[in-house]
């Protein structure tokens, strides 16, 4: 598994993987990339590899520059961009450089420049609040700075060590991009390999070497453009590609809107026409007259006696955009006590029910006592907070809905967030925590039903769903109606 990758790096390996990842892109599709160029000699200080995309695509060319430190000695900050070493010129006026001969070159083409390191910015460095977290680009706002302030006063200290006018200095510094504390060696193998993965290629140390290799290879010989036939060549002259491959079952489960994955569907669930909301981005609510569990359930039911049948696939591949009620019936049907693993695609990051639980990532439970509310004595209500707080929208509901009669609230040992799951390890994790904490609490309290409700990211809710079996009450799952909440599916 790519997760179970430990390769160790140095700095050629290192830039060269991450070359790697980006050729790869040529075979993913929907990717719209037609080129990529390894040593451009014609991106200045940023030419390590460059990704040109198709120019129907309207996506801007990317052009990139690797640093890896073998130690975390030190870290970049503001002051380190304009520092010179006798004569040379400093990484700002580098990139400056470069920016003015890839702007001569690409014309109206929109481009980034891109700083990839495993070093950080310093903490007290004035820039590091203007570097935003999307895209790593610096924000606007720090042309609206003031002269005086800190941010402004390095703002215009580069300008002036650029010696650029005004709205040439403000369309370089958005065109840049500063990924810094990026991944470690062995992260950038374990991300290296997945994406190899799911591509149908071998992707053990043994393949990854050969995979920086094959960059070394390309670029002693002066191979700078990679096309998708030069990398086919290179895949299967390698062996790169796996001879056999795990048995599976690829569906496509659609609640919000369709699109085409990696990977072509042998199954599709598309419920789209049984959510309310416009025609292209559904929403969370049934229309009139269809049920969670008289309609949709018996639907994936059905799929997984057709799924069953084949007695050597027990690998469900889920890909789609769905709504977290639908991941939560779809691990439930395809649930482990029936055998199942389910891989989902968590943000291009594909993530297994049968990865090893991390030891380090469990849910705790806040409010060991619950919280009083005045509804039916043998319900009582479950709050569970990954992606950020749940409490207070749950306190509404059950203010105003009088369902439950008592309110727990379930959060995990670290900080709520989009990056509160950093890995596959992690969501198992969850979903077994979770299980054990929602156990206890049915226990302790003789609970007849149980309302789940939940905020956090779909694989948290695909895992969950695919571990609660013989829970001792019935689960009924509260899909966030923004605003309100309403039941969805009910599991028995």
């Known amino acids: 598994m790519a997760n179970q990758v430990a390769a160790r790096l140095g700095g050629d390996d290192y830039q060269h993987l991450y070359s790697w990842q980006l050729i790869l892109l040529l075979k993913k599709p929907g990717s719209r990339v037609q080129l990529v160029t390894i040593e451009d000699e014609l991106a200045g200080s940023f030419d390590d590899v460059t990704v040109h ?158 995979a920086a290799g094959i960059v070394r290879e390309w670029i002693k010989r002066g191979r700078q453009e990679i096309t998708l036939s030069i990398l086919e060549d290179a895949l299967k002259a390698h062996r790169l590609y796996r001879e056999e491959s795990e048995n599976c079952a690829v569906v496509y489960l659609s609640s919000i809107k369709e699109r085409q994955f990696e990977l072509p569907p042998d199954h599709e669930i598309n419920w789209r026409d049984h959510f309310e909301g416009p025609k292209y981005v559904k929403g969370h609510a049934l229309t009139e007259g269809t049920s969670w569990n008289d309609d949709l359930l018996p639907e994936l039911y059905e799929l997984e006696q057709t799924v069953g049948k084949d007695a050597g696939c027990r690998l469900i591949k889920a890909r789609g955009f769905a709504r977290l009620s639908p991941w939560f019936g779809f691990g439930n049907v395809f649930s482990e006590v029936s055998g199942y693993t389910i891989e989902v695609d968590q943000n291009e990051r594909y993530w297994r029910t049968d990865a090893p639980p991390n030891d380090d990532f469990e849910m705790l439970l806040a409010n060991p006592e619950g919280e009083e509310f005045s509804g039916e004595p043998a319900t009582i209500a479950i709050g569970i907070s990954i992606t950020g707080p749940i409490e207070v929208r749950v306190r509404e509901y059950l203010g105003a809905s009088s369902q439950a009669s008592k309110l727990f609230l379930i959060a995990p040992n670290r900080d709520l967030g989009r990056d509160c799951f950093r890995n596959e390890g992690d969501a198992v994790a969850f979903a077994r925590s979770s299980k054990e904490r929602i156990r206890e609490i049915i226990e302790a309290n003789q609970a007849k039903r149980v309302l789940l409700f939940y905020f956090g990211p779909l694989s948290g809710a695909c895992f969950l769903g695919h571990s609660l079996n013989a829970m001792g009450a019935a689960i009924q799952i509260m899909e966030d109606q923004a605003p309100g909440y309403a039941p969805s599916f009910l599991f028995a």
């Open 53 to 210: 995309y198709d120019p129907a695509a309207g996506l801007a060319d990317q052009f990139y520059q690797v640093k890896y430190h073998v130690d975390q000695r030190s870290e970049y900050s503001s002051e380190r961009f304009t520092e010179r070493q006798g004569n040379q010129s400093s990484l700002l006026q580098k990139f400056f450089r470069t920016w003015r001969a890839v702007k001569e070159q690409s014309g109206d083409r929109p481009f980034h420049l891109n700083l990839i390191s495993n070093w950080a910015w310093a903490e007290s460095d004035s820039m590091r609040g203007f570097v935003e977290g999307h895209e790593n680009r610096i924000k606007d706002a720090l042309f609206d700075e003031g002269p005086g302030s800190k941010a402004g006063t390095t703002r215009d200290g580069w300008r002036a060590h650029l010696e650029a006018e005004e709205a040439e200095f403000r369309e370089f510094v958005l065109s840049l991009r500063l990924t810094l504390g990026f991944d470690c060696g062995a992260e950038l193998a374990s991300r290296v390999a997945e994406r190899m993965m799911f591509l149908g290629l071998e992707h053990d140390e043994a393949a990854l070497k050969t």
